[in-house]
């Protein structure tokens, strides 16, 4: 690398917020090209900060998923709103989703309001435009500017990565020079295990729907290579609150249990890039959202509250 390359490199720490389903997720996932957030079509299901590092030959951008900012209706609630406002703090670029299809409303008002107590540069991302009209983003873009002072306001696809690219282009260019934080075929500063069992909890929320709560942890207990062969073994654990849960969870005669397995392992054999052999538990435990200790084995960043 050439000394002006250096020097003209550019890096940075972005985040991404919006309401709940917005398609942060999606986002970061078309971004860095690899299946890092947990996606589903119900609300909440981000709970922790993945972090995705976009690297090309003259930027790095670090990407910062964040919960869903809300109005906090309980103690997660609480939890996701304080690494939400953390976040908005220590970041160079405020990445603001909203969605093409839904007008602007109390839900906007309430984060751009947190938007004005940082002095951090927001773009306001308007995601979804393949399910509206051209012209009606229009009305949206204005009823957003006479809101607040965004930096940008790119309309995007998430979904099919429409403009997105330029989306990245105007992100690099508000960048500083910088140097490459992360090595370049890094998409995430989590361990497997980490991604692993957010792959399982998102098969759980899937087949079970409205079943079962966002309440749910899935513990990896091992995650082994086998020697000499192209096999990973894991022992994971998914833990639910109440003994009726575990009957969902596990289904007739083993049914549902055995489909997220199914599910869960086609998607880590092609995280992992060899063959899984996946066994999973289910198991009650009442309150483990209030154990510190355990939130620790579960993935959680305990440093934050
Ligand atoms: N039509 C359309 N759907 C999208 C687009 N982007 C995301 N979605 C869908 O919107 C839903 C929610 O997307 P997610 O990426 O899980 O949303 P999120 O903001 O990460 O949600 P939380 O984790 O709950 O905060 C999913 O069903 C996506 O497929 C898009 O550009 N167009």
Same mark, same amino acid.
């Given at each position: 690398?050439?000394?002006?390359?250096?020097?003209?490199?550019?890096?940075?720490? $972005?985040?991404?917020?919006?309401?709940?389903?917005?398609?942060?997720?999606?986002?970061?996932?078309?971004?860095?090209?690899?299946?890092?957030?947990?996606?589903?079509? +119900?609300?909440?299901?981000?709970? *922790?900060?993945?972090?995705?590092?976009?690297?090309?030959?003259?930027?790095?951008?670090?990407?910062?998923?964040?919960?869903?900012?809300?109005?906090?209706?309980?103690?997660?609630?609480?939890?996701?709103?304080?690494?939400?406002?953390?976040?908005?703090?220590?970041?160079?670029?405020?990445?603001?989703?909203?969605?093409? *299809?839904?007008?602007?409303?109390?839900?906007?008002?309430?984060?751009?309001?947190?938007?004005?107590?940082?002095?951090?540069?927001?773009?306001?991302?308007?995601?979804?435009?393949?399910?509206?009209?051209?012209?009606?983003?229009?009305?949206?873009?204005?009823?957003?500017?006479?809101?607040?002072?965004?930096?940008?306001?790119?309309?995007?696809?998430?979904?099919?990565?429409? *403009?997105?690219?330029?989306?990245?282009?105007?992100?690099?260019?508000?960048?500083?020079?910088?140097?490459?934080?992360?090595?370049?075929?890094?998409?995430?500063?989590?361990?497997?295990?980490?991604?692993?069992?957010?792959?399982?909890?998102?098969?759980?929320?899937?087949?079970?729907?409205?079943?079962?709560?966002?309440?749910?942890?899935?513990?990896?207990?091992?995650?082994? +290579?086998?020697?000499?062969?192209?096999? $990973?073994?894991?022992?994971?654990?998914?833990?639910?609150?109440?003994?009726?849960?575990?009957?969902? $969870?596990?289904?007739?005669?083993?049914?549902?249990? +055995?489909?997220?397995?199914?599910?869960?392992?086609?998607?880590?054999?092609?995280?992992?890039?060899?063959?899984?052999?996946?066994?999973?538990?289910? +198991?009650?435990?009442?309150?483990?959202? *209030?154990?510190?200790?355990?939130?620790?084995?579960?993935?959680?960043?305990?440093?934050?509250?």
């Amino acid at each position: 690398m050439s000394k002006q390359h250096e020097i003209e490199h550019k890096s940075g720490f $972005v985040s991404l917020i919006g309401r709940p389903n917005v398609g942060k997720s999606t986002l970061l996932n078309r971004v860095i090209g690899q299946k890092v957030a947990i996606m589903s079509d +119900k609300p909440q299901t981000t709970r *922790n900060k993945i972090q995705g590092v976009f690297t090309d030959s003259d930027a790095q951008v670090v990407f910062i998923d964040t919960p869903g900012i809300h109005k906090p209706k309980h103690k997660l609630g609480d939890f996701m709103m304080k690494v939400a406002k953390d976040t908005l703090k220590e970041v160079d670029i405020i990445l603001y989703l909203v969605e093409a *299809n839904e007008a602007f409303g109390p839900g906007e008002q309430y984060i751009i309001n947190r938007l004005k107590e940082t002095s951090t540069p927001a773009f306001l991302i308007i995601n979804k435009i393949d399910l509206v009209h051209p012209e009606e983003l229009l009305g949206l873009i204005d009823s957003y500017r006479s809101k607040h002072d965004f930096q940008e306001i790119i309309p995007i696809s998430a979904l099919s990565g429409n *403009n997105v690219p330029v989306l990245l282009e105007q992100i690099k260019s508000h960048l500083e020079v910088g140097p490459q934080y992360y090595p370049a075929d890094q998409v995430t500063d989590h361990p497997e295990r980490f991604i692993v069992a957010e792959l399982i909890r998102e098969k759980v929320l899937q087949l079970t729907r409205e079943e079962i709560p966002h309440s749910i942890a899935v513990a990896i207990e091992t995650m082994k +290579k086998r020697e000499h062969k192209d096999m $990973v073994d894991i022992q994971a654990t998914i833990i639910v609150e109440r003994s009726s849960q575990k009957g969902i $969870v596990i289904g007739k005669q083993g049914a549902l249990l +055995k489909e997220v397995g199914r599910l869960a392992r086609a998607d880590i054999e092609a995280l992992l890039g060899s063959k899984v052999y996946l066994e999973l538990w289910v +198991k009650v435990e009442k309150d483990w959202r *209030n154990k510190p200790a355990q939130l620790r084995d579960f993935g959680f960043r305990t440093d934050e509250y």
